[in-house]
C-alpha cells in the first residue's frame, strides 16, 4: 500500500519561499512518476510538476522559473521548492504518484499532467500566501 505523508505547508507573504517535502511509505523500491496538484480554495485540482525516477521534470507552464520539483537519491523523499510566491499560489498542494509520467492512448502519447493521472494522493498541505 503505497503511503504520501506531505509536510511544509503554512503561510507566507508575496514574495517568499517555501519547501514542501513528501515522504513515500509502502515501497521497497520507487519507480513511481512523482508530482505535485495543487487545489486553489474554491477550485478544480491542477497539475504542478512532476519527476521522473531518471530526475527529468516537467512543469506547468505558468510555474516554470519559480517552482522546483526534486527528489532525493533513495526516491523515498519527494520536494517543492516555491519561490517567489503570489497570492494566487494560495492552495492545498498535494504529493502524488502515478505508474508512468507518459503513455499512449487512443493512438496519442501524453504526459501525466492531469490530476486524474494521479492514482496515489497524500492527505495535502496548505499553503497561504498573503499580499
Known amino acids: 500500500q503505497v503511503q504520501l505523508v506531505e509536510s511544509g505547508g503554512g503561510s507566507v507573504q508575496a514574495g517568499g519561499s517555501l519547501k514542501l517535502s513528501c515522504e513515500v511509505y509502502?515501497?521497497?523500491?520507487?519507480?513511481?512518476?512523482m508530482g505535485w496538484v495543487r487545489q486553489p480554495p474554491g477550485m478544480q485540482r491542477e497539475w504542478v510538476a512532476y519527476?521522473?525516477?531518471?530526475?527529468?521534470?516537467r512543469y506547468k507552464d505558468s510555474l516554470k522559473g519559480r517552482f522546483t520539483i526534486s527528489q532525493d537519491s533513495t526516491l523515498k523523499m519527494l520536494y517543492l521548492q516555491m519561490n517567489g510566491l503570489r497570492p494566487e499560489d494560495t492552495a492545498t498542494y498535494y504529493c502524488?504518484?502515478?505508474?508512468?509520467?507518459?503513455?499512449?492512448?487512443?493512438?496519442?502519447?501524453?504526459?501525466?499532467?492531469?490530476?486524474?493521472?494521479?492514482?496515489?494522493w497524500g492527505q495535502g498541505t496548505r499553503v497561504t500566501v498573503s499580499s
Open positions: 502524488a504518484a502515478a505508474w508512468h509520467c507518459s503513455y499512449y492512448s487512443d493512438g496519442g502519447y501524453y504526459f501525466t499532467t492531469a490530476p486524474a493521472d494521479f492514482g496515489y
Open positions: 509502502g515501497l521497497k523500491e520507487n519507480s513511481l512518476c
Open positions: 519527476i521522473e525516477t531518471d530526475d527529468s521534470t
